[in-house]
């Protein structure tokens, strides 16, 4: 590395350890750690959801999947991102603030049953951890590629530094290190941008060599053959169900807004990252079709991004870019991190243990912090094995994303759907996703909506079946916009 790229590198580090570890000063209880002490403005959850989504899947893998399909790796950001950002602004952060509760399967608890909420977040934490695995892993490769680091030590640096000001300063360090390191991110994509196509000397020329060997490359939508990404699976798979599943129901994303400052901080906030999200594509997809023109010689996809700071991009550029990589993973891992420890401490454990101490939670929290980010450097090394890290983490999502979002769907917006239903309903729609992947080996995307197909129609019937909950109990928990005598109609308005 350049001597003026290693100070880059080194002045990014210190300056995000520096912010995290002052934020520790202001942690004093669970709350303060968890949901940085509800003191969130709209600005900082804006950039902070943008940080927390454009991670590894959405930058490093994202870039890879680009070199692989093209500009049809957009859909993941148009289709799938902005109209569920909106609807999650409006609708149902509102519900969430209402009903007062810290994670996605608290709400799920008190909407359904605490076996839902069980279920829900053990799903939810294991998916985590391998998440968590794939961002060391990503971190790694590119520190192997730009530097020449091993595997190993990739994964022991990024771990240390990440872990510094996650288990120290939560919720809150984490949301301002994710700001700093967006504005990194949007800078730097520009400069490569603007770099690459005057390196293939004009945007008509990088059109021209990208065509004359991948003529699909500037395709928006597939064939319907296609392999991975046909169009009519996109649109239903992802623009129906994945995506507001991940906007409406993701823990990581949607801690942010529950830790605002006011409701109105919390809606703000999501529709800022809404307008932000339109230029993401840009970002991070043009690095996966400038080392196609470039003609990289890489052994893994996923490392198009690494292979064009290397070797496009002028020295201090690239340490700067370098460092916009490590934030994008970065945030990937200290969002999760955080959101996964409250999960773990608030819906798994004060549920299982009815003797909790509620004074524990910040120990508890701390530890857990710290013990996730054990096991995903464990697990990371053997992410290389499982192919490309987009598509790996999108095919774990299809597996739950569908029942989650028939449940958060027909719990918001009815009272009819019962706690009995609902643990039926959410188990047996994972089973028939393991199947449908597994065993007829469906693409991932029909697989989400199927199962979502299947989740709507069995909550539905077997709530008939079922006692509901009661209308004081609903109250703040759900809408039901079309019953005249709901006296939540008023306010929800």
């Not at 608030?346 to 096991?375: A, C, E, Q, Y």
């Not at 992410?383 to 449940?407: K, V, Y």
């Not at 004081?472 to 709901?486: I, V």
Request: glycine fraction near 10%.
């Amino acid at each position: 590395m350049h001597p003026i790229d290693l100070a880059v590198v080194v002045a990014y580090v210190a300056l995000i350890t520096y912010v995290g570890i002052r934020f520790a000063q202001r942690v004093k209880t669970a709350k303060d750690f968890f949901l940085a002490g509800r003191s969130l403005t709209w600005w900082v959850i804006g950039l902070s959801i943008i940080g927390t989504n454009v991670d590894t899947n959405g930058y490093i893998g994202a870039s890879g999947n680009a070199y692989s399909i093209g500009i049809a790796q957009a859909n993941f950001e148009w289709i799938g991102a902005i109209p569920a950002m909106i609807i999650a602004a409006l609708i149902f952060i509102p519900l969430y603030w209402r009903a007062g509760v810290y994670s996605i399967p608290e709400y799920l608890g008190l909407r359904y049953n605490q076996a839902v909420r069980v279920v829900a977040a053990s799903i939810v934490v294991t998916v985590s951890v391998f998440a968590m695995g794939v961002a060391m892993w990503a971190l790694a490769i590119t520190l192997q590629t730009f530097i020449g680091w091993p595997i190993w030590l990739g994964i022991l640096v990024s771990g240390t530094v990440v872990g510094l000001y996650s288990v120290a300063g939560g919720l809150g360090a984490v949301a301002i290190t994710d700001s700093i390191q967006v504005c990194i991110m949007f800078l730097c994509g520009l400069i490569i941008v603007g770099i690459g196509i005057s390196d293939a000397g004009g945007s008509a020329n990088f059109v021209a060599k990208l065509t004359a060997e991948n003529p699909t490359h500037l395709q928006a939508y597939l064939p319907s053959d296609h392999e991975s990404y046909p169009w009519h699976a996109v649109i239903l798979g992802l623009g129906l169900v994945l995506s507001p599943a991940y906007w409406v129901g993701g823990q990581a994303i949607l801690q942010r807004t529950l830790g605002a400052k006011t409701q109105w901080d919390a809606s703000a906030g999501m529709m800022f990252a809404a307008v932000a999200k339109t230029f993401v594509p840009v970002l991070i997809v043009f690095p996966g079709l400038l080392a196609l023109v470039m003609m990289a010689q890489i052994e893994y996809p996923d490392m198009a991004l690494p292979w064009v700071i290397k070797n496009v991009l002028p020295v201090g550029i690239s340490g700067l870019m370098f460092v916009a990589i490590i934030a994008a993973l970065q945030s990937s891992i200290d969002s999760s991190i955080n959101s996964t420890a409250l999960i773990i401490t608030r819906d798994i454990r004060h549920v299982l243990m009815k003797n909790h101490n509620p004074d524990s939670d910040l120990k508890i929290g701390r530890l857990l912090t710290l013990g996730l980010l054990l096991s995903a450097m464990c697990i990371a090394p053997y992410i290389g094995n499982l192919g490309g890290i987009f598509n790996f983490l999108q095919s774990l999502l299809s597996l739950f994303q569908g029942p989650m979002l028939a449940l958060l769907l027909l719990g918001a917006m009815t009272k009819r759907a019962t706690g009995t239903a609902g643990i039926i309903t959410l188990v047996s729609g994972v089973m028939l996703a393991g199947i449908l992947s597994w065993g007829v080996e469906l693409n991932m995307l029909f697989v989400a909506f199927f199962t979502f197909c299947y989740a709507v129609p069995a909550l539905w019937i077997i709530s008939g079946f079922t006692k509901p909950h009661s209308d004081e109990h609903l109250r703040k928990l759900t809408y039901s916009p079309w019953s005249s005598s709901d006296p939540n109609k008023q306010s929800a308005a």
